[in-house]
């Protein structure tokens, strides 16, 4: 039965400090935006959060589960779990605070489950929570049981536990939001970026935050779990991973964040310095999108049903031709230096993958046929036409981030030679990973196709926010959901649905491996490549364990400096 946590429930203690006190400098090439763990879908932020707050259960090196606001883990065997999967029983430890010194309760967890389904608080996702019936409370608040509407196998890793690189299992502290309506929480103290108002209830706080240049937190006097070796970080906002790189090896920065494979012969010169590459799934994975509406179309943002198909990409052919036409396996051996793989599935490196699945080839002269299929005939300055419409379309990705856009520039010519016409249409992180209500390029689809690097929990995935018709971001849903595609196919949703409540392992599996064959036949967006979650760590930074379950952040308090 997989109704239970998938991975080990440990006992991990955190190992006395060998030195205390102390500040750490972390780069980082991006400025986290909105500290709101049910909002933010930026990996700085995440990183940044998991030292102001902590999740309920917490994955840790192995994969070994640890409670941090629980007194124990919930599984079957101890009857936090019922067998038929539908109730969860947990307990709170008592007297734990808020870094205000608020109590935490299991009030904040009911807080947390209508805020998240409220439409008017602009949830990113509300994966788990959503399958939630009811959220009973005893003994003194400390008890919550929790009814599921029906059995929801990811349940535990989306809303109870999270990983170093996720927010699964966070919290929102009731007592802060009093009197405020939802719509109001991220632009609050909480949530707002430049404030240091964050309440969590993990081992640092934030003291101070100068917009551009840096986040400075502290202990956090009132954390429950061990104290933290460092008496603070500095997160350093940084232009560029060559200005990072350079502070690393001058010793202004203690560690360097987010590099890419393509960084790695650099980071090998220098010296007295780590590099922490860690593979399987702890990187994610760098795939192109393609929007399957028109962009240009306003219901394409309000209700994507009504909304007229992308004019080039409506044609299966042509997104077919655009990955036979693009050389992958060039681009991981030349531009990454040979240090990724190219990509299939959402579900690469992982025990759910289908091996059967190949990745598409590099083969131009497919890409020439199928265009000529249906009926794509070279036009004037070797751009293929077809009544009247260039084969001509804009590609968006983070601007500023060389790996990607010598990536794009590879793209142009290769698309060239077989017809296609492709432009660079870049934005600033900050405006296309915005949310929806703050009109950002991806939430809205107002994109052609867009390039940048998603990941699954690496606890148990729920592949339903990538390909669910309902995870389609539009005013219809309040903009929940990662389906940019807007790809619908009813067979994958009822497969998706299935496989949520499926309590047998092997037939999971079996219809998960289903669901990526439909997805890789139906091509609504083609993998890169899987990255490598790649950071770099000066000469006087120790303590720093790796996890390719946990990622890098799971456990910021036992980080000390020699």
Known sequence: STSGPSAQVGTFKSPPCPKKGGTAVIGFVQEPDILDPFVTGMTFTVWLLHTLDVPMIRAVKGGKL?????TEVPTTQNGGISKDGLTYTIHFKPNLKWSDGQPITARDLVFTWKTVMNPDYGAGS???????????????????????????VPFFAYVLAGTGD???GMLLPEHFFKGMKPADYTKSKYGSAGSNGHVGSGPFKIVSWQKGTSITVERNPNYSGKAPCLDRMVFSVLASSDQQTSQLQTGDIDMGTNY?????????????VSIIALSDIAGGIERFMYNLNDPN????????KKAKPHPLFKDKNVRLAIAYACNRFAYAAKVLHGGATVAVTELDRTKWFNHNLKPYPYDPKKAAQLLDASGWKMGSGGVREKNGVKLSFNESTTSGNPVRETIQRAMITDLQKVGIQMNIKNYPPSKLFATYSQGGIVSVRAFDMASYTTSINPLDPDLT????TSQIPSKTNGGVGGNIMGYSNPTVDKLLNEQVAELDSAKRTAELQQIQKMVYDDIPLVYWYDRKAINAIGPKLKGFIPDTVAGIWWDPEDWYLT
């Open 66 to 70: 640890q409670p941090m606001l629980l």
């Open 126 to 152: 509300q994966l788990g929570w959503d399958h939630i019936k009811d959220i009973k409370l005893s003994d003194n608040d400390l008890t919550a049981t929790i009814t599921l509407k029906a059995p929801y």
């Open 166 to 168: 996720t927010t699964g």
């Open 260 to 272: 890419t494979e393509a960084d790695i012969p650099t980071l090998k010169g220098l010296r007295n």
């Open 297 to 304: 179309d306003p219901e394409t943002r309000i209700n994507p």
């Open 465 to 468: 926010p990538f390909y669910a």
